[in-house]
């Protein structure tokens, strides 16, 4: 059965501090890995997507990477405006087509 | 351009009564996905279409969910008999259906069930 965990499950900075969040997944063969931000009382904010072992993307403060067994949100000198909850999910290789989310990271970054 | 909406934004029902919960997707995606995100969990898939393809229907928790998607557009999901345990928020997605890249989700709607 494909899984996801997140941790922490919730982390508190102080602007400026920098910290990683954590998204390990057991999965039949992986086809992407996805993160998203999500703000009270919205939907979640795609922000990057992973293909392969090695990769990684960037958008301002946040850095993504993938390695076989997890992934890592790096967020660089980070914003009150970066609270938000950040999730994680997994494509699994084959026909399905639907992600498996991990229950999520709640970030406070306090000024 | 406009995104996904969804409606009502909340909703709060007794128990034993049908809902419907609307979804609006983006122009020209011929995907579109529901999932419940109950509070603290992670999203839980519920059904996917796909263009003409029958539905897959994996997710449903019970036989008292049910969707539809109307013309390759809107969708509603439909819960009969609402139990507290329904309450959550329900959000829909839509995308081209490439490799299930799922880049725009709706707002949400909350269902409370008293």
């Known amino acids: 059965e494909d899984q996801v965990t997140q941790s922490p499950e919730a982390l508190r900075l102080q602007e400026g501090e920098s910290s990683s969040l954590n998204c390990s997944y057991t999965?039949?063969?992986?086809?992407?890995l996805f993160w998203y931000r999500q703000d009270p009382g919205k939907g979640p904010e795609f922000l990057f997507t992973?293909?392969?072992a090695g990769e990684e993307k960037e958008k301002e403060r946040l850095k993504a990477t993938l390695t076989k067994k997890e992934s890592f949100l790096h967020i660089t000198a980070p914003k009150p405006e970066d609270s938000a909850t950040y999730l994680c999910?997994?494509?699994?290789?084959?026909?399905?087509?639907?992600?498996?989310f991990g229950s999520g990271t709640q970030l406070t970054v306090l000024p | 351009g406009a995104g996904v909406s969804q409606s009502p934004s909340n909703k709060v029902t007794e128990k034993g009564k049908d809902v419907e919960l609307r979804c609006d997707p983006i122009?020209?995606?011929?995907?579109l996905y529901w999932y419940r995100q109950s509070l603290g969990q992670g999203l839980e898939f519920l059904i996917y279409?796909?263009?003409?393809?029958?539905?897959?229907k994996s997710g449903l928790p019970s036989d008292r969910f049910s969707a539809e998607r109307t013309g390759g557009s809107v969708s509603t999901l439909t819960i009969q008999r609402t139990q507290q345990e329904d309450s959550a928020v329900y959000l829909c997605?839509?995308?081209?259906?490439?490799?299930?890249?799922?880049?725009?989700f709706g707002p949400g709607t909350r269902l409370t069930v008293t």
């Open positions: 997605a839509s995308s081209f259906g490439r490799d299930g890249l799922l880049e725009d």
């Open positions: 122009s020209g995606h011929t995907a």
């Open positions: 279409f796909q263009g003409n393809s029958a539905p897959d």
């Open positions: 999910a997994v494509l699994p290789a084959g026909s399905a087509r639907q992600l498996t």
């Open positions: 999965v039949s063969g992986l086809r992407g």
């Open positions: 992973l293909y392969s």
